[in-house]
């Protein structure tokens, strides 16, 4: 059974410009939380969707976005990128939401410049 | 303000030993506590999680213990090995969270052997 697919696994962007990543959820899991890893704020919530909406939304800028198609599949987007976007982000599925259990990708690493 | 707070920040043991890594959480709604492993250029992969209804729960080498008056909880990690070594994090869910994960700041931890 696969596991979480994000991509692409790195990113080098520039200041100003912006970014979309993919995420696809185990086969089945239909519940894409988003985080984001930095060594300053460690793992921290971006966002929750589940049918195509967003359920949950974690305390960061309105430049973070993000999405749910009809088949699971997740993107995240940045906008107007800064410096201190540079991150690990990281996407977790569950089979439903509400569902605790959790189970992430191996991330994507941006970095801005 | 913290929600989770991990200790120790990093630790060393010899192979054979059992490292202990502590968590204390604040907001009596959680009721659902994992424990995450993440290896260099990984994501989290979940090890082993408790609930507050029981005092302790082993899988395998790993093994929780929850104190729900003290509101802490602890990982156990028996006959460690050089291939343990890595990042480990505790994080909490439940009340006004719902399934969002508050992580706590990792503990890194190396087996010598």
């Known amino acids: 059974k696969a596991g979480v697919t994000q991509t692409p696994r790195y990113l080098i962007k520039t200041r100003g410009q912006q970014v979309t990543l993919s995420c696809s959820p185990i086969?089945?899991?239909?519940?894409v939380s988003w985080y984001q890893q930095t060594p300053g704020q460690g793992l921290q919530f971006l966002f929750e969707?589940?049918?195509?909406?967003?359920?949950n939304k974690g305390n960061f800028p309105g430049r973070f976005s993000g999405r749910q198609f009809s088949n699971s599949r997740s993107e995240m987007n940045v906008s107007t990128l800064e410096l201190g976007d540079s991150a690990l982000y990281l996407c977790?599925?569950?089979?439903?939401?509400?569902?605790?259990?959790?189970?992430f990708g191996q991330g994507t690493r941006l970095t801005v410049v | 303000q913290q929600q989770v707070k991990q200790s120790p920040q990093s630790l060393i043991v010899q192979k054979g030993g059992i490292p202990i890594i502590n968590c204390a959480y604040e907001?009596?709604?959680?009721?659902?506590f994992p424990w995450y492993q993440q290896f260099p250029g990984k994501g989290p992969a979940l090890l082993i999680a408790?609930?507050?209804?029981?005092s302790e729960k082993k899988e395998g080498r790993f093994t929780i213990s929850f104190n729900k008056s003290a509101k802490q909880f602890s990982l156990h990690i028996m006959d460690s090995q050089p291939g343990d070594s890595a990042t480990y994090f505790c994080?909490?869910?439940?009340?006004?969270?719902?399934?969002?994960?508050?992580f706590g700041a990792g503990t890194i931890l190396r087996v010598k052997s």
């Open positions: 994080a909490a869910s439940g009340g006004e969270y719902g399934n969002k994960l508050v």
């Open positions: 907001n009596t709604a959680f009721d659902y």
């Open positions: 969707y589940f049918s195509e909406t967003q359920r």
């Open positions: 086969s089945g899991h239909r519940s």
């Open positions: 408790i609930r507050p209804d029981v």
């Open positions: 977790a599925s569950s089979i439903r939401a509400g569902d605790t259990e959790a189970f």
